[in-house]
């Protein structure tokens, strides 16, 4: 029993898979760097994004995912990465790193790749919830987060007047109340 069990743990030793691991906020591209330095494959999806500053505007890359870079790592290159400086932790489920599937990583690079308009949803407004657009033609406009046909739309309910209006915004203009 204890051969079978080294023999598994040694055919899976050498198995790389992806992980998402969590970095210092706004250190993501210096993380990326190090990992890229210590040899360690790692993937740093980044979206060009115009900024506007008082005398200025600039296109820049900023993180799709604040705080997070994806690396592709067996179970002794996981030691590796967490000696890299500026890794916080590997994203885990009961102690135990989460592997993301390679197809999933492959659809975050063709999407990139692409001129696809897409949006990034937060689980953190509950369907429900009040919320308030923070930025935008509608910014300051209260409502209620609802799903109708599928699709995340903000309600405004005119009780008064037994009426109710659905918009749809990017969920990346909303904070909750």
């Known amino acids: 029993m204890l051969l079978q069990l080294y023999t598994y743990r040694k055919e899976n030793i050498n198995k790389r898979k992806w992980y998402a691991v969590y ?5 993501e591209k210096k993380v990326f760097a190090n990992l890229l330095e210590n040899n360690i494959e790692s993937y740093l999806p980044l979206l060009r994004t115009l900024k506007q500053w008082k005398d200025r505007k600039k296109l820049v890359d900023i993180p799709l995912f ?31 790193p989460t592997s993301i599937p390679n197809e999933q990583i492959k659809s975050l690079k063709l999407l990139l790749q692409s001129t696809e308009k897409f949006e990034i949803g937060y689980d953190k407004i509950e369907l429900g919830e009040e919320v308030e657009v923070y930025k935008g033609t ?6 209620t987060l609802t799903k109708y046909k599928g699709k995340k739309k903000v309600l405004l309910r005119i009780d008064a007047l037994n009426q109710y209006l659905m918009i749809e915004i990017q969920l990346s203009n909303l904070k909750k109340i």
Do not use: P, T
């Open 23 to 27: 970095v210092k906020s706004r250190n």
């Open 138 to 143: 509608l910014k300051g406009f209260r409502g």
């Open 66 to 96: 604040n705080s997070y870079i994806f690396v592709y790592a067996d179970v002794l290159e996981q030691f590796k990465v967490r000696q890299v400086q500026g890794i916080v932790k590997f994203v885990s489920f009961e102690g135990k």
